[in-house]
C-alpha cells in the first residue's frame, strides 16, 4: 500500500512511473504513446501539467507510465496486469481509471481482465481496438522507428490524428521536424508497446466490464472512426458517448474534454 499524502510527488509504483497531484478520489490516468511514457522530459512534465490542472481540483490523481525494458511480445494484457498490480497499491479498494488513445486500450484491456478493480472507467480517443487507418498508421510508425526514421514515424502518427487532408499534411510536416517531442529519441519500449495494441481487440468481452462508463470520441478522428466508437459504447453495459464533431483525436487538454470527464468521474453513484 502507498502511503497517501498532500503534495505533489513522483515515483514509482509496482515498477511503473508515476506522477501523483491533486487530492480527492483515487484516479488512475493512462496516458497514450509518447516518450514521456517510459522516459519523461521537462516537456511531458509540463505539458502533463497543463493537461491534468482541472482534474487535480477534484482527485487524487495517478499518472502511471509504462514499466521500461518492454520484452518483444509484450501484449495489451500484460500492460494491463503492470496497472493492476499497481491500483492494489494506490487504492484499498476499486479505483477510477482515466485512459487517453493507447492509455485507454489499456485502461479497456483492465476493466476487461480485472472488472473488480475498476470503479469508474474514462476512455478518450479510444475503442475495442483500433480503427483500420489507425493500425495501418502505427504500423508505419513502428516499422519508420525500427529503421532509424523518426522524422518518418513522428509524421506517420501526427498526420493520423485527423481525417481532415489540408490539416492532416500539415501534421505530418509539423511531424518531420518535432520528432523528439512526438516520439522522443528512445524507441524500444515505444515499438513494443505499438506492436501490442496493433493485435489489441476486446470486441467479444465488453459485456464483462462492469464500471460505468464514459467515452469521449471526436468525430474527425483518424485512429478511432466514430462508427467504430459507437459499436465499443453499444457493446458496454453502462456507457455515455460524448462526441466532439469536428475534433480530431482528443486529448484531456482538448476543449470541454475535462469538463466531461470531471462529470463523471465526480456524479453520485
Not at 497531484?21 to 504513446?33: E, F
Request: charged letters at 20%.
Amino acid at each position: 500500500m502507498v502511503t497517501r499524502r498532500a503534495a505533489t510527488i513522483r515515483g514509482t509504483v509496482a515498477g511503473q512511473p508515476f506522477v501523483r497531484r491533486g487530492s480527492g478520489a483515487a484516479t488512475i490516468l493512462l496516458p497514450g504513446v509518447g516518450p514521456g511514457r517510459h522516459h519523461p522530459s521537462t516537456w511531458d512534465r509540463t505539458l502533463l501539467r497543463l493537461e491534468t490542472a482541472p482534474l487535480v481540483r477534484e482527485v487524487d490523481l495517478w499518472t502511471l507510465g509504462r514499466r521500461r525494458g518492454l520484452p518483444a511480445g509484450t501484449t495489451m494484457s500484460d500492460l494491463a496486469d503492470d496497472v493492476a498490480r499497481a491500483a492494489a497499491e494506490i487504492g484499498d479498494g476499486p479505483v477510477d481509471v482515466v485512459g487517453t488513445s493507447t492509455g485507454g486500450s489499456i485502461a479497456l484491456q483492465l476493466a476487461v481482465d480485472h472488472p473488480e478493480l475498476v470503479r469508474r472507467l474514462v476512455l478518450v480517443s479510444a475503442a475495442h481496438r483500433l480503427g483500420d487507418g489507425g493500425r495501418e498508421a502505427q504500423r508505419r510508425t513502428a516499422e519508420r522507428l525500427r529503421a532509424g526514421d523518426a522524422p518518418g514515424a513522428s509524421a506517420a502518427m501526427l498526420g493520423q490524428t485527423t481525417t481532415g487532408v489540408p490539416a492532416s499534411n500539415a501534421l505530418r510536416r509539423l511531424g518531420r521536424v518535432a520528432h523528439h517531442v512526438v516520439v522522443g529519441d528512445r524507441h524500444d519500449d515505444l515499438v513494443v508497446t505499438l506492436d501490442a495494441e496493433d493485435s489489441f481487440d476486446v470486441g467479444d468481452r465488453l459485456g464483462e466490464v462492469t464500471a460505468p462508463t464514459l467515452v469521449v470520441a471526436g468525430g474527425a478522428d483518424g485512429f478511432y472512426p466514430l462508427d467504430l466508437v459507437a459499436r465499443t459504447v453499444a457493446g458496454l453495459l453502462d456507457a455515455t458517448l460524448a462526441v466532439h464533431p469536428r475534433s480530431g483525436h482528443l486529448g484531456l487538454g482538448s476543449r470541454g474534454v475535462a469538463r466531461e470527464v470531471l462529470a463523471h468521474l465526480t456524479r453520485a453513484s
